[in-house]
Each structure stands twice: as C-alpha cells, then as structure tokens.
C-alpha cells in the first residue's frame, strides 16, 4: 500500500531517522492514524514539527524546540514535511489546523503560541511537573 493510495506503510517497529521514515516491509501495515496515535501514547513528550529539532525548518517549530531544550525536557520530534500524508494525519488526529503540535503523556497541549504562553506563565514546566515528565531546569 503506498502514499497514492492514502496510507503508508508504518511497521511497528516505524521510527523516524535523520528526517526520513523507515520501516521494515515484513511487518503489517498500519494507518497514519494509527502510527499518529501509537507515537503519541508510546513517547511522553512529541513535537510534530517542520523540520527536525537539530534543524527546525520554521520559526515557530524552532520556537518550540528551543522552549523545550530550555526546560531541559526530553521529547521525540517528527518532521511532517517528509510525509504528506503525516502532515495532513496530524491535523485530522487534533482537530488543530497548524504546525508545530505538542503532545504530552498522550494529550495535545498545542501549537506554538499556546506553548509560548504557557512557557513565560510557567504553566509548561509545571504541566511537565504533573504529568511527571522529567525536566533538568527549572526555568
């Protein structure tokens, strides 16, 4: 089943890799929303963003990223320009129109002026407080 067909093909053992996506052809296939929905649950921190978090490829997912490497906190970031059909599955699983999306222990907490919001109020650090994510600063 290929990306003509509206769905890729994600293993379970799927993982994003300097920027692309790998996956082994002997393992069954999956949805886009179904891998959404298992990096979501499966990692407690996820950034869908433009680009990567070595090389953010918009000002606002580098916004995020900087947020969360200021925090200290440790997240797994996706890059949605390399799938069309992730880019599209993302807004589709949140009901959120933009790009970069924060997930925490399985819940959307948003996009990057929520994120910036929360940040300056200190709302973000104690969200990773109570979710019991582990931070290396108190900023």
Known sequence: MGIAEGRLAY???ARFQSGFITHPQEEENM????FIDNEV???DVVLFMKG???FPQCGFSGQVVQILD???VGYKGLN???SADLRNGIKTYSNWPTIPQLYVKGEFVGGCDIIRE???AGELQ???TDKGVAVSTVA
């Open 41 to 43: 649950k499966s990692n």
């Open 118 to 120: 929360m940040f300056q």
């Open 126 to 128: 104690q969200l990773f």
């Open 70 to 72: 200021h925090i200290g």
């Open 52 to 54: 990567t978090p070595q």
């Open 80 to 82: 949605v320009l390399e």
């Open 11 to 13: 293993g379970r053992e």
């Open 31 to 34: 949805s886009i929303e179904q």
